[in-house]
């Protein structure tokens, strides 16, 4: 089973490039979210879809734009990358089973340096 | 808003020891919390859930979890650590929307276990 993928796995980048970080899960999971890792500072959700063609902001939404292209895949695209965007991120995905949210799973992360 | 403090950033024990993690977190309503592992260059993994009824959850890997409603506190307990718990343990409570959850988690502490 391969749960929560996320690709790519390292990324460089240089200030001002964009990309975008691909996550597909093939659990049917309803909920998809984005969070970033940095040092000390425990995981922060950027942003969330609680359903497919829905996406709303987490904590930290400045700077970073999502897409909900299925129930499977929900991207995050950084438009101008900043050295501020160095960091970890991860992708999870949950579901909501006879009215009782199931935890999140989360993928590998993606590592992602900005020059 | 939601919160959760891990007040230990380091944690040394030596293999065989009990162990106890502390967790806090601030919530209006009833919680449900969560702890989960992370070795290193790895996802997160959940080690154990609280929903609701019985406060003395079990987990994975010999983990157990008591949630104190009057003291806001769900620490994380294992009585007698082995090498391969070295790791670093997250705390999080989630805040529940429409079809969805959004986590808030601690800090982290990181666990050392000597030999």
């Known amino acids: 089973n391969a749960g929560v993928t996320q690709t790519p796995k390292f990324q460089v980048l240089k200030t001002g490039q964009s990309m975008t970080l691909q996550c597909a899960q093939d659990?049917?999971?309803?909920?998809m979210y984005w969070y970033r890792q940095d040092p000390g500072m425990g995981l922060r959700l950027i942003y969330y879809?609680?359903?497919?063609?829905?996406?709303d902001k987490g904590e930290v939404p400045n700077g970073y734009n999502v897409s909900r292209l299925n129930k499977r895949e929900f991207s995050l695209r950084l438009e101008s990358a900043a050295p501020s965007q160095t960091s970890v991120y991860f992708c999870?995905?949950?579901?909501?089973?006879?009215?009782?949210?199931?935890?999140?799973?989360f993928g590998d992360g993606t590592r992602l340096s900005i020059l | 808003a939601q919160s959760v403090t891990q007040p230990d950033i380091h944690i040394t024990v030596s293999e065989g020891a009990s162990l106890e993690l502390r967790c806090n977190y601030s919530?209006?309503?009833?919680?449900?919390l969560f702890w989960y592992v992370q070795s290193p260059g790895q996802g997160l993994q959940l080690l154990l859930k609280?929903?609701?009824?019985?406060?003395l959850v079990q987990g994975i890997k010999g983990f157990e979890a008591e949630f104190k409603r009057s003291q806001s506190s769900f620490n994380l307990r294992k009585p007698s650590v082995h090498w391969s718990d070295a790791a670093e343990y997250f705390c999080?409570?989630?805040?529940?929307?429409?079809?969805?959850?959004?986590?808030?988690f601690g800090k982290g502490t990181k666990l050392s276990v000597i030999p």
């Open positions: 919530y209006g309503a009833t919680p449900y």
């Open positions: 879809s609680a359903s497919e063609g829905t996406t």
């Open positions: 659990m049917n999971h309803n909920s």
């Open positions: 999080a409570v989630a805040r529940s929307g429409a079809g969805s959850y959004q986590l808030t």
């Open positions: 999870a995905s949950s579901s909501l089973n006879r009215g009782i949210y199931q935890p999140q799973h």
């Open positions: 609280y929903f609701s009824g019985d406060t």
